[in-house]
């Protein structure tokens, strides 16, 4: 049970017996990760996954390849994405789930090449699917309410994803929280992805902060290890995806949380209190660029 190893801190609403970390410095905006964190993104990873498996199959089958040598394809396929066939689940923070969608087509078509296919096929195969994670269900039924708490405390409320721009604007249609968030970055629009420094930095520029003032809250060692290169001022780890409690610790984690529905309570209990309404919005003008970054503005 990860929530009962030695030293960990685990913590959930009611759960006195953890030491909370204390802020540096008054928190001005948090940034969620999207896939095992906001949304579920266990049945997306599987149906991609499962779709590249099937189309590898069925192309060396044409090429006349063995049984023997098509599991051997199929094998290192998964190992590449980090998938266990077995369970039919990611390994904790494997590429396939802490990665960009680019970097999981890339390691595709290594594999798919060594066995003699065109390199133009895992691109082909992943755009029939690549906005699968548009349609994921949200991890909690209440996000609305948890956004909405964030920004009653006066922080600015982002998104920072390894998804691509087009299924992240459907998701959080779909899941009706576009207008609590108020900037958000793709996978798509970095030149180097999550645990890359970057993505945070370009975030903070966008709102005009230095990353002590963020909290970063995220599922895998991509996010984890950005907000350790970042120097972020909390990071909070959740197990509501891919991430194990002890990677997400030894990566940058300050505290883990069973998901973000404990979000709320834990910055309460850190001390956060609701700012009056004149001092909630934090970021005047979202709609300007800075300069070449690209950053979406949710609306």
């Given at each position: 049970d990860e929530k009962k190893d030695d030293g960990l801190l685990y913590w959930e609403a009611?759960?006195?017996?953890?030491?909370?970390?204390?802020?540096?410095?008054?928190?001005?905006?948090?940034?969620f990760d999207k896939d095992g964190t906001l949304g579920d993104d266990a049945a997306s990873l599987k149906r991609w996954t499962n779709h590249m498996t099937r189309c590898m199959e069925?192309?060396?089958?044409?090429?006349?390849?063995?049984?023997?040598?098509i599991a051997q394809a199929i094998k290192?396929?998964?190992?590449?994405?980090?998938?266990?066939?077995?369970?039919?689940?990611?390994?904790?923070?494997a590429p396939l789930a802490a990665g960009t969608w680019q970097e999981a087509v890339e390691l595709s078509s290594n594999v798919f090449q060594h066995y003699g296919l065109s390199s133009?096929?895992?691109?082909?195969?992943?755009?029939?699917?690549?906005?699968?994670?548009?349609?994921?269900?949200p991890v909690i039924s209440n996000l609305c309410d948890m956004l909405q708490s964030c920004r009653d405390l006066g922080l600015i409320v982002a998104v920072c994803t390894s998804d691509d721009r087009s299924p992240?604007?459907?998701?959080?249609?779909?899941?009706?929280?576009?207008?609590?968030?108020?900037?958000?970055?793709?996978?798509d629009e970095v030149s180097e992805p999550k645990p890359s420094a970057l993505p945070l930095e370009m975030l903070c520029r966008q709102a005009n902060l230095i990353p002590e003032e963020v909290i970063i809250v995220g599922d895998t060692t991509g996010d984890t290890g950005m907000a350790r290169n970042a120097q972020a001022g909390l990071c909070v780890g959740v197990l509501s995806g891919s991430g194990a409690a002890h990677q997400l610790m030894e990566t940058g984690a300050n505290i883990i949380l069973p998901h973000v529905g404990h979000i709320p309570s834990l910055?309460?209990?850190?001390?956060?209190?609701?700012?009056?309404?004149?001092?909630?919005?934090?970021?005047?003008d979202l709609q300007k660029a800075s300069g070449n970054v690209t950053v979406g503005v949710m609306s």
């Open positions: 009611g759960n006195s017996g953890v030491q909370l970390p204390e802020f540096k410095t008054r928190p001005k905006m948090i940034v069925h192309a060396l089958t044409e090429l006349q390849l063995s049984r023997e040598i290192a396929l998964h190992d590449k994405l980090g998938w266990d066939a077995s369970v039919g689940h990611v390994i904790p923070s133009s096929v895992a691109s082909e195969w992943h755009e029939k699917l690549r906005n699968v994670h548009g349609a994921d269900p992240t604007n459907n998701a959080l249609r779909n899941w009706n929280i576009a207008h609590l968030v108020d900037l958000s970055l793709c996978g910055l309460n209990c850190m001390g956060l209190e609701k700012r009056p309404a004149r001092e909630e919005q934090l970021v005047p």
